[in-house]
């Protein structure tokens, strides 16, 4: 929906939700899956398709679709911190109220910010540091806090919608203009400091955006 103007995914996913052989529940426009589990899912589910002569280009198709998310969640945070940015990622986990974090989105966008060679500083506040250092790697640092992880930082993803991390970022007065991921709209109704800039995931934006370039 990045890319086209005036798109909004939360008016597309309500319009969806309101035939009611569908319905509303689980519609939520987001990050792409993570876990191990969804790519073992969809591996054993092409296998028995393989298996019984079926045709399972659909579940192919769903992995890739998935996998391409996690590779454009990545390019569009790099077109928005340059060379020596810092990016801080809050919420590691592959969803709200859970420690469980291997194969998370945010931990992807973390390993995959380092090896482009942007610092990047992290928060969750389910893990621990010897987990985070487990899978994220050595390059990766762990606040104390959500208000830590911000310090420095260029640019903030909010990579899970967990209402714990919110007043940080309303609280958050970096020195230099820096810009915010919203990737679940999250931030809706919070007052953001001045030279904070609130890039949303799911809706177009102006073609003069850097950002809507990028994605």
Sequence with gaps: CEGIPNADVDHITRAIGADRRVSPHGLAGGLPLGGTSVAQDLH???????????????????????????????????????????????????????????????????????????????????????????????????????????????????AVPDPAYLPAIEAWRPNTPAIVVDCYRALEDRVLDGLVSRVVLGRGGRPEDPWARAA
């Excluded at 399972?56 to 340059?82: D, F, K, P, Y």
């Design 44 to 158: 054993a589910f092409g296998a028995v398709c393989q298996e019984h002569g079926e045709d399972g280009s659909i579940v192919t198709a769903a992995a890739l679709a998935n996998e391409w998310q996690h590779a454009r969640l990545a390019g569009t945070v790099l077109a928005m911190a340059g060379p020596n940015a810092r990016v801080a990622v809050l919420g590691l986990a592959c969803q709200s109220g859970t420690p469980v974090m291997d194969g998370s989105t945010g931990t992807r966008l973390a390993a995959s910010l380092t090896a482009a060679g942007r610092g990047v500083q992290v928060f969750d506040r389910l893990t621990g540091a010897e987990d985070v250092r487990r899978v994220c790697g050595a390059g990766v640092r762990m606040a104390a806090n959500a208000a830590n992880a911000l310090m420095g930082a260029d640019v903030v993803v909010l």
